[in-house]
């Protein structure tokens, strides 16, 4: 039978043509139709979904046939972003599908932008985690991304009279033709129920968790595809269905629609994608997801190694040589005493060897420092919902206070601050100290964040076990974010070192020598302005706002949070227009015309985030109008901040700011995206922007605002000895107050000014604010040198092969999972 399915499908353009009619005829049934672009984005789609699947069944078969080590990246998000033009990409067909079609009369890009983007995450972990998967594929490795298939995604966002609205992301309207459904994958989860205590023949104490509800989790595949390599590795997604039992229970109960009402409630556990707000507040609903998520993961993960065991000599001790399991932040980390749950109560191993085990299988990757953001779950609703993971939570945590209290005798305060369990009221569980416990190594995402992680949220556990805690500093895929998103810059790297730096950014190193030649910083500038061309036309297209495209274009981008302070942004501006309104003719003169673009939403409950999107709209509104800003200044909101947007965007950015609080942004990654994008920096010193500034220079980026170190101690200063406000500061609130943008009668606009008294400015806006104006003044004074400007670009755009996503997998690989790559070649 299977010599019939031996050979790959054809690449050539005449088979492509074939496939895609047969898919308009067979897949979709629309034979002999005249289709629109929407009916041929499915055709196509599905045509290259078949060249997928027979890489993706052959990467499986071949890695499961050498027993290798496998990674499995759990994460409660995965922000991919569109499919069709990094498949294609990544497949090597982008050339030969667009002859394909452009024949037949479509256009692949018009084709392209048909495909709605499953929104699967918030910003930064969720787009992160699928970097990483693009990675892993692309350099072989073995790894599994497990995760939720949401039905609504993150939220769409409209801007309503000058407000954010939110609307449901139903993404999957159109079907996804991308995912597999994977009926003969499905295992049932428990909810509630009760732990049932009982002896074994030898008197050993068992325990049983019974009763309850059960709810099946249902399995959708979807090949991740690696750029130049027949790898294609899988990202297997969760939803939740009731379960045939549970159709019984309770129909037979004799309640017909309290029964339905039930069962509705299934289907509920994956419906909707949390926003991550300002504080984290523990919702019933989303610890079941995590448990829902977590338990199908580990129920699929675990009989894919019990296959294994017996084999050969392999027993249940060597999980560990076999699966690796990364945690994306807490919001799995309810796997570590479900793993030890299936050890002691299904395996019956004995505790230590359970707990052995579990700790070399996890590692646990955080990603904010903020206590307020940090997830605790109250210890009544995890026993109420999961009533055996809080007996193992309190034996984890009664064993690990032993180990305390053997080092630092009766130590209550260290205890207190060390225990897994909050003594509050109620009492709380806390998801990083269980993470960090059951993990063999735990690891922080730039290099201050990490130091920040050891000294300040988990200094106890570092005395402990100094060896835990490493740093891993994030990194970018350069297929998407070069390749894809930046044809024009994309193809002059390639006619300078040839097509190996997409997968090896290293090669764009020599490039920098380039900076010095005329000729090479013409062809570089030019592709900057084939992106701001872009840019401008679908800003006219789509919001109807007219931008000069030789203006400096400046970008912030990214969730609304005030830690990211795009409030310091706002005042910027107003302070640029008070500037512009009062400027002479002579002094308009040396101006700098600047296009100012905000994208970002603001999660549904955050006040403050809000009030902020509303201020942006009503400056752009006033500032666009006025005839004095005419050629000097435009301020725009792009609405529905999304991967989509992003990839349009950044392409087409001069400067890009990233200006959080030192020592509050984890990492950031567009950070990373802008600079490979020939885009400069205005930034403070924190996250990664401090390692991009070692690797570009100095004089490359555009820096200010106080150091980390130096925070806490402006703010214990300022409760009792307020610092002078800054007069351009003063003047630019003083505009806002009076109501030049417009008077909220919910008094927004003072809620978020009153935040940055001097008494209590928690974010240091005021503090930094003057160092903030010298930065963006330096970036406009360097702009003038158009020569020189272009220079320190392409110098940076080619030093950032560090920030490839690549790099941190290979970090990963060799510091935390002891994979090695296993390349698949097809035979032939
Ligand atoms: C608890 C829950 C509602 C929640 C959901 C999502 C909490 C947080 C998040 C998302 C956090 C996030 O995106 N963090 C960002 O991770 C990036 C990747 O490491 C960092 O670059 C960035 O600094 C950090 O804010």
């Not at 017996?310 to 919001?331: C, E, F, W, Y």
Request: neutral net charge.
């Amino acid at each position: 039978l299977w010599k019939l399915s031996s050979t790959y499908l054809p690449n050539d353009v005449a088979s492509l043509q074939r496939s895609l009619v047969r898919h308009v005829e067979y897949t979709l049934a629309r034979r002999r139709y005249k289709l629109d672009t929407s009916s041929f984005y499915q055709a196509t789609a599905h045509s290259v979904r078949d060249r997928l699947i027979e890489r993706w069944t052959d990467t499986q078969q071949y890695s499961a046939k050498k027993g290798a080590k496998k990674v499995y990246y759990l994460s409660l998000e995965f922000l991919i972003g569109r499919s069709l033009g990094n498949a294609v990409s990544n497949l090597g067909l982008r050339g030969a599908y667009a002859e394909a079609l452009r024949q037949i009369g479509y256009d692949l890009e018009d084709i392209m932008s048909e495909e709605k983007e499953p929104a699967l995450g918030n910003g930064g972990l969720g787009r992160l985690a699928s970097c990483f998967l693009d990675t892993l594929a692309t350099q072989n490795y073995p790894a599994w991304g497990y995760g939720i298939r949401y039905k609504y995604g993150m939220f769409e966002q409209r801007i309503v009279n000058g407000k954010q609205v939110e609307f449901p992301d139903y993404w999957l309207t159109d079907g996804n033709p991308w995912e597999v459904e994977r009926l003969d994958v499905q295992y049932p989860v428990r909810l509630f129920g009760h732990v049932r205590e009982f002896q074994d023949p030898d008197g050993n104490t068992l325990y049983a968790w019974e009763g309850g509800e059960v709810v099946m989790a249902q399995a959708y595949d979807t090949p991740i595809p690696g750029y130049g390599t027949y790898n294609t590795n899988n990202m297997r997604l969760w939803s939740s269905k009731p379960s045939h039992e549970f159709n019984l229970a309770s129909f037979n109960a004799g309640n017909y629609y309290g029964a339905v009402e039930a069962k509705e409630r299934c289907e509920s556990i994956t419906s909707v994608l949390y926003p991550n707000d300002a504080t984290e507040e523990g919702k019933r609903l989303r610890l079941k997801q995590q448990y829902f998520f977590v338990s199908a993961t580990l129920q699929d993960i675990y009989r894919r190694f019990k296959k294994n065991v017996g084999r050969g000599s392999t027993t249940m001790k060597n999980m560990p040589d076999k699966v690796a399991i990364q945690l994306n932040d807490t919001h799995p980390a309810i796997a570590i005493p479900e793993l030890m749950r299936l050890l002691l109560d299904i395996e019956r191993l004995p505790w230590d060897e359970a707990w052995e085990i579990t700790r070399k299988v996890f590692a646990y990757t955080n990603h904010t420092i903020l206590p307020e953001a940090l997830e605790k779950w109250p210890v009544p609703m995890i026993t109420e919902l999961l009533p055996r993971h809080m007996q193992i939570i309190y034996e984890i945590n009664h064993r690990f206070l032993l180990e305390v209290q053997k080092m630092w005798p009766n130590d209550t305060a260290r205890m207190s601050s060390m225990s897994i369990i909050e003594e509050s009221s109620p009492k709380m569980v806390r998801m990083s100290n269980l993470a960090v416990i059951g993990s063999h190594t735990v690891n922080g995402v730039a290099m201050i964040h990490t130091k920040l992680l050891k000294s300040l949220l988990f200094p106890d556990f570092l005395l402990m076990w100094p060896e835990k805690f490493i740093n891993v500093t994030n990194g970018v895929t350069p297929r998407r974010w070069l390749l894809q998103a930046n044809p024009a810059l994309a193809s002059i790297y390639t006619g300078m070192v040839g097509p190996g730096w997409v997968n090896d950014l290293k090669r764009l190193e020599p490039i920098k020598t380039m900076a010095q030649d005329p000729q090479f910083r013409q062809r570089w500038r030019a592709a900057k302005q084939t992106n701001k061309q872009a840019l401008a036309e679908w800003l006219y297209r789509s919001m109807n706002i007219r931008v000069d495209p030789n203006a400096l274009f400046d970008m912030q981008i990214k969730r609304i949070h005030e830690y990211k302070r795009q409030l310091l942004n706002v005042l910027g501006i107003v302070h640029r227009y008070a500037e512009i309104t009062q400027a002479t003719p002579e002094q308009r003169k040396t101006m700098v015309p600047r296009v100012h673009i905000i994208a970002g939403k603001a999660a549904p409950g955050y006040v403050m985030a809000k009030n902020l999107v509303m201020l942006v709209c009503a400056v752009s509104e006033v500032v666009n109008s006025d005839a004095a800003c005419r050629d000097l200044l435009k301020v725009v909101f792009v609405p529905n901040f999304n991967v989509s947007l992003a990839e349009i965007l950044i392409p087409a950015s001069d400067i890009s700011q990233h200006i959080s609080t030192a020592g509050m942004e984890a990492s950031g990654t567009g950070n990373m995206k802008f600079v490979m994008n020939g885009g400069l920096i205005v930034g403070t010193m924190d996250g990664a922007n401090i390692e991009i500034e070692q690797a570009i220079g100095e004089h490359n980026m555009f820096t200010f605002g106080a150091k980390a170190d130096q925070v806490a101690a402006i703010r214990r200063k300022m409760a009792h000895d307020p610092p002078k406000i800054d007069p351009r500061l003063h003047r630019a609130m003083g505009m806002i107050r009076a109501g030049i943008f417009g008077k909220p009668d919910d008094g927004a606009y003072n809620q978020l000014l009153d935040a940055i008294d001097p008494r209590k400015d928690v974010y240091l806006t005021a503090h930094d604010f003057p160092s903030y104006l010298g930065a963006i003044a330096e970036a406009d004074a360097a702009y003038q040198y158009e020569e020189k400007w272009t220079a320190k670009c392409i110098e940076a755009a080619c030093s950032m092969w560090m920030f490839s996503s690549d790099r941190t997998i290979r970090e990963y690989a060799a510091k935390i999972w002891n994979v090695e790559p296993l390349p698949f070649r097809p035979p032939r």
